[in-house]
């Protein structure tokens, strides 16, 4: 945990805003998703579109705040923290 709030105080250009509507956009652009569901083993499955990403719209940085803010919420659930996450990128 300390390394993490130090790399977020290094890297505000990546940490800074991290409210979900500043990813709005991609979400419903369809980017990203979490599985209702978990898997057989328990995990928490995230989806990306890849092809849903349109980098004149959306940048690098906002593509990586998706990720950071849904990591963000799913660590709190204990079930997660338990089984883990599993990622598809479509």
């Not at 990546?14 to 419903?28: H, N």
């Not at 369809?30 to 849903?52: E, K, M, N, Q």
């Amino acid at each position: 945990m300390k390394n993490y709030y130090k790399w977020r105080a290094e890297c505000p250009e990546l940490s800074a805003d991290l409210r979900p509507r500043s990813i709005l956009g991609l979400l419903k652009a369809g980017y990203h998703g979490v599985l209702r569901s978990r898997d057989s083993t328990g995990s928490r499955v995230l989806i990306y579109r890849i092809a849903y990403w349109d980098p004149k719209v959306f940048t690098a940085y906002d593509v990586f705040r998706v990720s950071l803010i849904t990591s963000e919420l799913i660590v709190q659930e204990v079930e997660t923290q338990r089984n883990g996450v599993k990622a598809i990128f479509d």
